[in-house]
């Protein structure tokens, strides 16, 4: 019989170095690190820095579906048979993504369990994101789908310290984000500077006013009742 390993997996570590079916790329500015349409091989890991998720229709229309950072794992979907991107990775300012191999991180989950609980963590918390952005876009006026937004991005509410100076994120971005335009996103953002809730003057500095006033006027959502 073989002996286990003493030795305990350190799921950080894993994810910081390179190895088998493992490889770290630096990304510039605005380059993607997959299109919508490549094939589905791999998942990643964002070491350093932001990465853009955004979808295309057959129009031509785009839309931003999320935003994320250091910590966070994009591309998972090559783990459910997705043979294609539905999306497009782009990052928005200088990144360093690791690169997990399909075969490699399907091993990893089933051979140890510290990494698949993280994976699973990361993956049920991406599921109530998107809940949440579904409540955002249903019941929520696009200026408190701005400033929620915002707070996200800064890092309010998430068990880190809030980080108040955001990434160079432009206006239009914002605005694929919220599903709204251009000009009302400009708008929404002079009415906050003028409020104090942030400051603006290219980057985004997001004060803790901007999360109470949202707190205030978060709308209640009462449960169904049956019918008799």
Same mark, same amino acid.
């Not at 994976?119 to 109530?128: D, E, G, K």
């Not at 999360?211 to 009462?222: D, F, G, Q």
């Given at each position: ?38 094939? =589905? ?8 820095? !932001? ?68 994976? #699973?963590?990361?993956?049920?918390? +991406? /599921? =109530? ?14 200026? *408190? +789908? ?7 991005? =800064? ?11 955001? =990434? *160079? #994120? ?19 953002? /002079? ?6 809730? #942030?400051?603006?003057?290219? +980057? #985004? ?18 449960? *169904? !009742? +049956? *019918?008799?």
């Amino acid at each position: 019989m073989k002996r286990k390993s003493l030795t305990a997996f350190d799921a950080n570590a894993f994810l910081a170095k390179v190895g088998k079916g493992k490889t770290i790329t630096s990304y510039a500015t605005d380059k993607a690190v997959y299109q919508q349409g490549d094939a =589905a091989d791999s998942v990643f890991y964002i070491q350093s820095g !932001t990465v853009k998720i955004s979808v295309v229709s057959a129009q031509g229309k785009e839309a931003v579906v999320a935003l994320l950072g250091t910590g966070d794992f994009f591309g998972e979907g090559c783990l459910t048979g997705q043979k294609l991107r539905l999306a497009t990775a782009e990052a928005l300012g200088p990144s360093e993504i690791l690169r997990i191999d399909k075969a490699e991180i399907a091993a990893v989950i089933h051979r140890e369990s510290a990494f698949s609980e993280l994976f #699973i963590a990361h993956l049920l918390s +991406r /599921n =109530a994101r998107v809940e949440e952005d579904l409540v955002d876009q249903l019941f929520n006026s696009s200026e *408190k +789908r701005l400033a929620r937004t915002l707070l996200l991005l =800064a890092n309010f509410g998430s068990e880190g310290e809030p980080a108040p100076m955001l =990434a *160079k #994120i432009s206006q239009e971005t914002l605005a694929e984000m919220i599903g709204t335009t251009r000009s009302r996103v400009s708008s929404f953002m /002079n009415k906050f500077r003028k409020l104090g809730f #942030i400051d603006y003057n290219g +980057r #985004i500095e997001v004060h803790r006013s901007l999360l109470n006033a949202v707190l205030h006027e978060k709308p209640e959502i009462k449960p *169904k !009742t +049956r *019918k008799r």
